[in-house]
């Protein structure tokens, strides 16, 4: 559980980061573009360095009954579960950026 709550400290910090950072007036269609693709980048480097820091010996694989990092270091249930979260987090925010990729070609080709 104190994982997820970790995350989601991370994630409000990267929005009030990107919130100052752009302080746009008036919005258009690419401007938003912009402003998902900051968040986007912030969210990134948070999911890498929250990673980073409660997993280091990632990847937890199952041995029998117990559960254990690529250092040998033994882990509980709950690290194993908070661990997959975030794992698949990550592929969900990897999938979202690269349809964001394809979405700002369309921005430039559309010149909107």
Known sequence: MQYIMMLFIFLS??????ARFLQLKSMTCKDYYEASRVLLFIGLISWLSFGLFFFPDAPLKVY???????????????????FLIWQKAGMALLLTIFVYSIFGRFLKRWKL
């Open 13 to 18: 910090i990267s929005t009030e980061i990107s």
């Open 64 to 82: 029998g009954t117990f559960y254990c990092g690529k250092f040998g270091r033994a882990h509980h249930a709950e690290e194993y579960n908070a």
